[in-house]
């Protein structure tokens, strides 16, 4: 960045090296006042939120009665009564629902990376239909998840879901499954209606990348006879690996703070609650302000820390396909 | 024009015989629009209008329960005024009591009118926050045609109902009908399983969860011995498909035709004699089961009722809407026409009301013995405790865990959640 700012404006570059003329104290001004608007925003929408929700978690409000809480530090997350362990860093199931989040974004968005590249070949292989097929596959990602939630639960339903008939019908089971019920199979079903949804996009994205890539070493690979399996691992993957994983970072930031999908398929269901559903039933389901702001504050914790893990990983792994 | 005359004669004489000098003002109401509810809400309101020239407005809410609590707290939380008077669940008195008028100084001479464990709910800290609207319980419903076929009695205990359940079952699917069972009943890990599983325990003599001094006295061998039970139905006369059945996958399932007991609220009857209804003039209803000789009847109470907030602007309006809606006269008229049925007792032996609907006048003794859940003491945490007790009882049915230990564990969530009080 830094370099490319110094070649591309050396003379700016020099001149705020060299100290303060009136014309580099302008420019900053000017650079200030544009910025200003975007940094207020940012503060309003962002920031105060933010901020104002890690101050309700060190303290005891109620959603009964807002303007009456007193501070307790970090009561919420760690306390000790009578030499026995209270709060979110002791309670099993914050500690499952983390585990549920982290579980369905690892499961899901594997699943989805793999279809999603699968389907992003078949798209960009020439064939009679493609523009309409590219549209098509876009409409699970584009119906709201809340109405394709929905129709999943129906469909899923185990008295008169369409699933279960089928699946009757072609005799793969003797009895109809119920599938958002059975702890077993659950969180699967979030995972699987999850994949439906979400694969489109991981497609699109893929196939964008897939566009840019250079058709002559395509060419090369066809004139040395290389197999074709042998030439996605060798050739197609590492060029559309940067694409990839910001798709991938993408779809994990969006998994771990899934909500509408696990809440209307599943509702509070302990099995398969996710850690906005935790924080959202302590919040308004239990009006614990104090201690759903928690909650949300170890999301904020745990998806940063997340974050800058793939970041690290992916830079590394980008710095080796460089060389 | 005639119909603009009337009113303000109305609001005239209004202004004539009471004497307050205020103009007209708007009342905006919270009904409830499952099935018939919205409609018989606004001829009662529309009457009330009529009656004080007031106009009264109604806010829709959503459908669900819980969806529609979460907006009230919002609502009530932020001290808006948007709407005058809430119709409430009977378990949230205790979670939204603070946010509403005292009645008590109104309600002089007339609760004593009303069911005693409707009053006991609409109690918070000695002020009555709320007036009792309508009153429902969990039923036992029974296939008449099936117990004559196999010669069997409507069922006492629930150990006979089981035996029942299992005999008709087996009968039935000899017979050709594969996807018959015995018991359909409501468990779902949600407030639904909370009464259901309230109902087997209190029927055994296993107490309430919390009893009415506040003690947490769940862990005991009677509840335990009630849960067993119910969990040996299921996959025998109970389908597994219960564990996420609410109250309307139930009635599929009995209406269908597919099950010989369901347990379920009062509403279901008028849709199970429908005309479409393939069990039409074949179900009877009967309390739920005692736990055993010396157990008792116990259905779970349920029901709304009308408060007023507190920051309403024109709370002396919403509070005559209330006492209007709430009326013997009002109630019987409900209970004719929508066959809500009524917290006054003695409308259980009105003519009119037990011609309108027969089926009214044999709950009576079943509201008169309901058992109401801890929402009162536990307050705030009612919530808390009322999911901390379906998770527990959904981990003995799904049989992840024994009842002994579910119990245990129980138990000490819910001290923990009490900690210095509820």
């Known amino acids: 960045m830094t370099e490319a700012a110094a070649t591309g404006t050396p003379s700016a570059y020099a001149s705020i090296r060299g100290g303060s003329s009136a014309l580099t104290r302008t420019r900053v001004r000017a650079a200030w006042t544009f910025i200003a608007p975007t940094l207020i925003v940012l503060a309003l929408v962002a920031g105060w939120p933010l901020a104002r929700t890690i101050w309700f978690s060190l303290t005891d409000a109620d959603l009964n009665n807002l303007g009456d809480y007193t501070f307790i530090g970090f009561e919420n997350?760690?306390?000790?009564?009578?030499?026995?362990?209270?709060?979110?860093?002791?309670?099993?199931?914050?500690?499952?629902?983390?585990?549920?989040?982290?579980?369905?974004?690892?499961?899901?968005?594997?699943?989805?990376?793999?279809?999603?590249?699968?389907?992003?070949?078949?798209?960009?292989?020439?064939?009679?239909?493609?523009?309409?097929?590219?549209?098509?596959?876009?409409?699970?990602?584009?119906?709201?998840?809340?109405?394709?939630?929905?129709?999943?639960?129906?469909?899923?339903?185990?008295?008169?879901?369409?699933?279960?008939?089928?699946?009757?019908?072609?005799?793969?089971?003797?009895?109809?499954?119920?599938?958002?019920?059975?702890?077993?199979?659950?969180?699967?079903?979030?995972?699987?209606?999850?994949?439906?949804?979400?694969?489109?996009?991981?497609?699109?994205?893929?196939?964008?990348?897939?566009?840019?890539?250079?058709?002559?070493?395509?060419?090369?690979?066809?004139?040395?006879?290389?197999?074709?399996?042998?030439?996605?691992?060798?050739?197609?993957?590492?060029?559309?690996?940067?694409?990839?994983?910001?798709?991938?970072?993408?779809?994990?930031?969006?998994?771990?703070?899934?909500?509408?999908?696990?809440?209307?398929?599943?509702?509070?269901?302990?099995?398969?609650?996710?850690?906005?559903?935790?924080?959202?039933?302590?919040?308004?389901?239990?009006?614990?302000?104090?201690?759903?702001?928690?909650?949300?504050?170890?999301?904020?914790?745990?998806?940063?820390?997340?974050?800058?893990?793939?970041?690290?990983?992916?830079?590394?792994?980008?710095?080796?396909?460089?060389? | 024009m005639p119909r603009y005359l009337t009113r303000l004669a109305a609001a005239a004489g209004l202004l004539l015989s009471t004497?307050?000098?205020?103009?007209?003002?708007?009342?905006?109401?919270?009904?409830?629009?499952?099935?018939?509810?919205?409609?018989?809400?606004?001829?009662?309101?529309?009457?009330?209008?009529?009656?004080t020239g007031n106009t009264v407005k109604i806010v829709s809410t959503p459908n669900s329960a819980t969806e529609r609590l979460a907006l009230y707290q919002q609502l009530l939380a932020a001290g808006a005024g948007d709407i005058d008077v809430f119709q409430i669940d009977v378990v949230w008195t205790g979670i939204l009591g603070e946010h509403f008028q005292d009645l008590t100084p109104k309600t002089q001479g007339v609760l004593e009118q009303h069911l005693p464990a409707m009053v006991d709910i609409s109690r918070v800290d000695g002020k009555i926050v709320a007036m009792p609207w309508f009153a429902d319980a969990g039923l036992l419903y029974y296939r008449q045609d099936l117990l004559e076929k196999y010669n069997r009695k409507v069922p006492q205990t629930w150990?006979?109902?089981?035996?029942?359940?299992?005999?008709?079952?087996?009968?039935?699917?000899?017979?050709?009908?594969?996807?018959?069972?015995?018991?359909?009943?409501?468990?779902?890990?949600?407030?639904?399983?909370?009464?259901?599983?309230?109902?087997?325990i209190a029927s055994n003599n296993g107490g309430t969860i919390v009893n009415a001094t506040g003690e947490v006295t769940i862990e005991?061998?009677?509840?335990?011995?009630?849960?067993?039970?119910?969990?040996?139905?299921?996959?025998?006369?109970?389908?597994?498909?219960?564990?996420?059945?609410?109250?309307?996958?139930?009635?599929?399932?009995?209406?269908?035709?597919?099950?010989?007991?369901?347990?379920?609220?009062?509403?279901?009857?008028?849709?199970?004699?429908?005309?479409?209804?393939?069990?039409?003039?074949?179900?009877?209803?009967?309390?739920?089961?005692?736990?055993?000789?010396?157990?008792?009847?116990?259905?779970?109470?349920?029901?709304?009722?009308?408060?007023?907030?507190?920051?309403?602007k024109n709370a002396e309006a919403a509070t005559d809407l209330v006492m209007y809606l709430t009326n013997r006269d009002e109630q019987k008229r409900r209970a004719v026409e929508g066959s809500f049925n009524p917290t006054i007792l003695t409308l259980y032996e009105d003519a009119d009301v037990t011609k309108a609907s027969p089926f009214i006048g044999n709950l009576r003794d079943v509201f008169a013995n309901a058992v109401t859940r801890p929402s009162g003491v536990t307050g705030d945490n009612y919530n808390k405790v009322s999911t901390e007790f379906f998770n527990a009882v959904h981990q003995v049915l799904s049989k992840r865990s024994e009842p002994e230990q579910a119990l245990q564990r129980l138990d000490r969530d819910l001290k923990r959640i009490k900690r210095n009080g509820w």
Request: aromatic share 10%; with cysteine; net charge negative.
């Open chain 1, 77 to 323: 997350y760690l306390a000790n009564y009578d030499g026995e362990w209270f709060g979110l860093l002791t309670d099993p199931d914050w500690w499952l629902s983390v585990w549920n989040t982290v579980w369905f974004a690892l499961v899901s968005v594997s699943i989805e990376t793999v279809l999603g590249t699968i389907v992003a070949l078949i798209l960009n292989a020439a064939f009679p239909g493609r523009g309409v097929m590219r549209a098509i596959i876009l409409i699970p990602w584009a119906i709201p998840t809340v109405v394709s939630a929905k129709m999943w639960n129906w469909m899923l339903h185990d008295q008169f879901g369409v699933i279960n008939d089928m699946l009757l019908r072609l005799g793969l089971i003797a009895a109809p499954i119920t599938w958002t019920a059975n702890p077993v199979t659950a969180l699967w079903t979030v995972v699987m209606v999850d994949v439906w949804k979400t694969t489109p996009f991981m497609a699109l994205l893929i196939l964008a990348a897939l566009q840019m890539l250079p058709q002559d070493i395509y060419e090369a690979a066809k004139v040395d006879g290389v197999h074709p399996v042998r030439v996605f691992f060798r050739v197609t993957l590492p060029l559309i690996k940067p694409a990839l994983l910001v798709a991938v970072i993408f779809r994990t930031l969006d998994a771990l703070r899934v909500f509408d999908l696990i809440y209307v398929l599943t509702a509070n269901s302990r099995d398969t609650m996710s850690m906005s559903v935790f924080a959202r039933q302590q919040l308004v389901d239990f009006q614990e302000v104090g201690l759903g702001s928690a909650a949300s504050t170890l999301i904020f914790l745990i998806i940063a820390l997340l974050v800058v893990i793939t970041m690290a990983a992916g830079r590394v792994r980008l710095g080796g396909d460089s060389r």
């Open chain 2, 19 to 51: 004497g307050v000098g205020a103009w007209a003002v708007e009342i905006s109401i919270s009904c409830s629009a499952l099935g018939k509810e919205y409609e018989v809400c606004k001829e009662g309101v529309d009457a009330w209008a009529q009656k």
């Open chain 2, 159 to 200: 150990a006979e109902l089981t035996e029942t359940a299992r005999i008709i079952q087996e009968g039935e699917r000899k017979a050709g009908n594969n996807d018959f069972w015995g018991y359909v009943w409501q468990g779902r890990a949600y407030e639904g399983l909370t009464t259901n599983a309230l109902e087997w």
């Open chain 2, 220 to 312: 005991n061998p009677n509840a335990a011995e009630a849960l067993k039970t119910a969990a040996g139905w299921v996959g025998t006369i109970t389908p597994e498909g219960v564990l996420n059945y609410t109250e309307e996958e139930s009635r599929g399932v009995f209406q269908a035709g597919n099950a010989a007991f369901m347990r379920n609220w009062p509403y279901a009857w008028a849709l199970a004699q429908g005309d479409d209804s393939t069990i039409k003039g074949k179900v009877g209803v009967a309390p739920l089961p005692k736990g055993g000789a010396d157990g008792r009847h116990a259905g779970t109470l349920g029901g709304q009722l009308l408060a007023v907030s507190k920051y309403s």
